[in-house]
């Protein structure tokens, strides 16, 4: 399994972002997706996921509202598309798989690298 994720970068608040994470040697049915993020000297922490049919999509309450997580099934690429950003939204941004339909990290099997968002007020 190969996950990258890209598309981080320097935003002021209120400002939009897309990230993106290309996947490949898995099959992406058996999966479903998730974004998490981590800020500096704090504990990873769940933002999104989707099943890879798109048809179930989940958000924390932090970003409902103002994230968007979905999938391009021809490019075998998923998005997190970050609107109204938030200083707080500061973090590296990771993509993950799993074979389950969870929030929890540990029941994510594989990792892209992160990219980082920084949102400046």
């Known amino acids: 399994v190969q996950l990258q994720a890209f598309g981080g970068g320097l935003v002021q608040e209120g400002g939009s972002l897309r990230l993106s994470c290309a996947g490949s040697g898995f099959r992406f049915d058996d999966y479903a997706i998730g974004w998490f993020r981590q800020a500096p000297g704090k504990e990873r922490k769940f933002v999104a996921r989707?099943?890879?049919?798109?048809?179930?999509?989940y958000y924390a309450d932090s970003v409902k509202g103002r994230f968007t997580i979905s999938r391009d099934m021809a490019k075998n690429t998923f998005y997190l598309q970050m609107s109204s950003l938030k200083p707080e939204d500061t973090a590296i941004y990771y993509c993950?798989?799993?074979?389950?339909?969870?929030?929890?990290?540990?029941?994510?099997?594989?990792w892209g690298q992160g990219t980082l968002v920084t949102v400046s007020s």
């Open positions: 989707i099943t890879w049919s798109g048809g179930d999509k």
């Open positions: 993950a798989v799993t074979k389950s339909w969870s929030e929890n990290a540990d029941e994510y099997t594989d």
